[in-house]
């Protein structure tokens, strides 16, 4: 009998499950779009939103905060966060538009103007495309307050804050569109993962063209100009190779194996850069400091980025290693040879290291290389490292002089509409904290 009961109401129960999910579907419709919307994709990319947006508030704030003199730390501190708040309202109205929508090879059409037909429902691959919208944002906010290291100390906030507002408009959002957005580099098949290009040239140039424009502090060969805090910028250093887990994992869109890499090679990369230059110095110089070796975890960083999705681990040692020692030598060439002050060794950092970095991806990303092979070229058409690095080379050459020329511009309209770039001397002398903002930074 217990045989024959099963054999009965076993279908029965059947019928009952798919009714019960049935109503459950129906009740629930998000359920029904789960193989469109990737739940652990999109989990990942909120994480790294935020670990993206940490590295400029607070890790690049601290981390340039510290450099500076006491004086005018609260100017950088402000700048970081002013240039927070513009970034995001210039996205949100135009930027991601100029960027992300189709237009022509160069320049996105406006038909994301405001985030126009971004709602709760529409995706961006598998992810919210608000989400994508918002993950992009903060690469936005993050490359303009790079700039500021350029100029540091010595430029007025309103010329400061005029100069990133343009700049994201006319150079950041175009050169994204370039790479990213489906524009003629990206047609050509550049390597740039996560903003060598769109992100490290493109602030390293401007901070090299805003050093020699505004020229260079009043003390600067003079006298040392020494970080007030190193506490407060080994501090931010920590927190942006943290925050760069995201900047490079999440560039990958997905929870996967990509991601995975692109953290792994990024961390590999980063402590080559920093344990590279800590001996480098310490032969050098006689002594290891922690300026340098945090430094040279950001020379690092940004070789790494264009190629972190694309390269191995054994690739990434040799690139943080080249970016310790090429890097190095950069900053006392900028500084000491070319006597071009370059506040917060922007362009040496990240310029020379998102250079590179950049032209190194087409070395590494090849599978012909062996234990330093990485995942291959992103195009079928290209067959060789050779054509590889001809497309890399490209993508610097026209990203540097587009960037170069369009800054010059900006800033020489910025200084005619602020009747000057700069503080006059006593000014620079007092300090930004009080002539800009009327606080200081220490009550001591």
């Known amino acids: 009998m217990g045989c024959h009961s099963k054999s009965v109401n076993a279908p029965l129960s059947i019928k009952f499950f798919f009714k019960l999910l049935s109503l459950l579907l129906l009740s629930f419709p998000f359920l029904a779009q789960a193989d469109e919307l990737n739940g652990s994709n999109t989990a990942w990319i909120l994480t790294a939103t935020a670990l993206?947006?940490?590295?400029?508030?607070?890790?690049?704030?601290?981390?340039?905060?510290?450099?500076?003199?006491?004086?005018?730390?609260?100017?950088?501190l402000m700048q970081c966060f002013a240039i927070a708040g513009i970034a995001s309202i210039l996205w949100l109205i135009v930027g991601y538009s100029i960027a992300f929508d189709e237009g022509n090879p160069y320049f996105g059409g406006m038909g994301k103007f405001l985030f126009n037909g971004i709602t709760e429902s529409s995706l961006a691959g598998d992810i919210p495309e608000s989400l994508f919208a918002l993950f992009q944002m903060t690469f936005a906010i993050i490359t303009p307050a790079l700039i500021i290291g350029g100029f540091?100390?010595?430029?007025?906030?309103?010329?400061?804050?005029?100069?990133?507002?343009?700049?994201?408009?006319?150079?950041?959002?175009?050169?994204?569109?370039?790479?990213?957005?489906?524009?003629?580099?990206?047609?050509?098949?550049?390597?740039?993962?996560?903003?060598?290009?769109?992100?490290?040239?493109?602030?390293?140039?401007?901070?090299?063209v805003a050093a020699i424009m505004i020229g260079p502090r009043r003390q600067f060969g003079k006298s040392a100009t020494t970080p007030h805090n190193m506490t407060m910028t080994v501090t931010g250093a920590g927190m942006l190779w943290v925050g760069w887990f995201g900047f490079n994992g999440g560039s990958a869109l997905a929870a996967n194996g990509d991601a995975a890499m692109a953290m792994l090679v990024t961390h590999i990369s980063a402590a080559t850069g920093a344990i590279t230059w800590m001996f480098y110095e310490w032969i050098k110089f006689g002594k290891?400091?922690?300026?340098?070796?945090?430094?040279?975890?950001?020379?690092?960083?940004?070789?790494?980025?264009?190629?972190?999705?694309?390269?191995?681990?054994?690739?990434?040692?040799?690139?943080?290693?080249?970016?310790?020692?090429?890097?190095?030598?950069?900053?006392i060439i900028i500084k000491q040879k070319w006597k071009i002050d370059d506040s917060l060794d922007v362009f040496p950092v990240h310029g020379v290291g998102g250079i590179i970095g950049t032209l190194m991806a087409a070395v590494f990303a090849s599978t012909e290389i062996g234990i330093f092979s990485g995942q291959g070229f992103s195009k079928e058409s290209i067959t060789s490292i050779g054509e590889q690095f001809g497309v890399q080379a490209i993508g610097v050459a026209s990203t540097f002089i587009y960037t170069a020329i369009v800054t010059y511009i900006l800033f020489k309209i910025v200084s005619l509409m602020t009747n000057g770039l700069r503080v006059d001397q006593d000014q620079e002398t007092q300090g930004l904290d009080i002539i800009d903002h009327e606080e200081r930074g220490y009550e001591l």
């Open 52 to 76: 993206v947006l940490f590295m400029t508030l607070p890790g690049l704030a601290l981390f340039y905060g510290g450099l500076v003199g006491k004086k005018n730390v609260l100017s950088i």
């Open 152 to 208: 540091a100390e010595r430029t007025k906030f309103s010329a400061v804050l005029l100069f990133s507002a343009l700049w994201i408009v006319l150079v950041y959002a175009p050169v994204t569109h370039w790479v990213w957005g489906g524009g003629w580099l990206q047609q050509m098949g550049l390597l740039d993962f996560a903003g060598g290009t769109v992100v490290h040239v493109t602030a390293g140039v401007a901070a090299l």
């Open 288 to 331: 290891p400091t922690a300026l340098g070796t945090v430094t040279g975890m950001v020379a690092g960083l940004g070789t790494i980025t264009p190629a972190s999705g694309y390269v191995g681990p054994a690739g990434a040692l040799v690139m943080g290693f080249v970016a310790g020692v090429v890097c190095f030598n950069a900053v």
